[in-house]
């Protein structure tokens, strides 16, 4: 498995643990909290650019 694969799985497993932490009440863990907000900010951020990228494909 590539680092890449494992460092999506394992973002993607924190996210999970958080989800399921608020699930059941014990949403407020201070340091899952970042961890999530990190891990989603670079998501967002990545398809920015993939959106943007495509943008100035389609029309540049």
Same mark, same amino acid.
């Given at each position: 498995?590539?680092?890449?694969?494992?460092?999506? @799985? %394992?973002?993607?497993?924190? $996210?999970?643990?958080?989800? $399921?932490? %608020?699930?059941?009440?014990y949403? +407020?863990?201070? @340091?899952l +909290?970042?961890l $999530?907000?990190?891990?989603?900010?670079?998501? $967002?951020?990545?398809? @920015?650019?993939?959106?943007v990228?495509?943008?100035? @494909?389609?029309?540049?």
């Amino acid at each position: 498995m590539a680092l890449l694969q494992f460092l999506i @799985i %394992s973002a993607i497993c924190m $996210v999970l643990i958080k989800f $399921v932490a %608020s699930w059941f009440g014990y949403g +407020n863990i201070p @340091i899952l +909290n970042k961890l $999530v907000t990190i891990i989603l900010s670079v998501f $967002v951020t990545f398809e @920015i650019i993939q959106l943007v990228q495509a943008i100035i @494909i389609k029309f540049g």
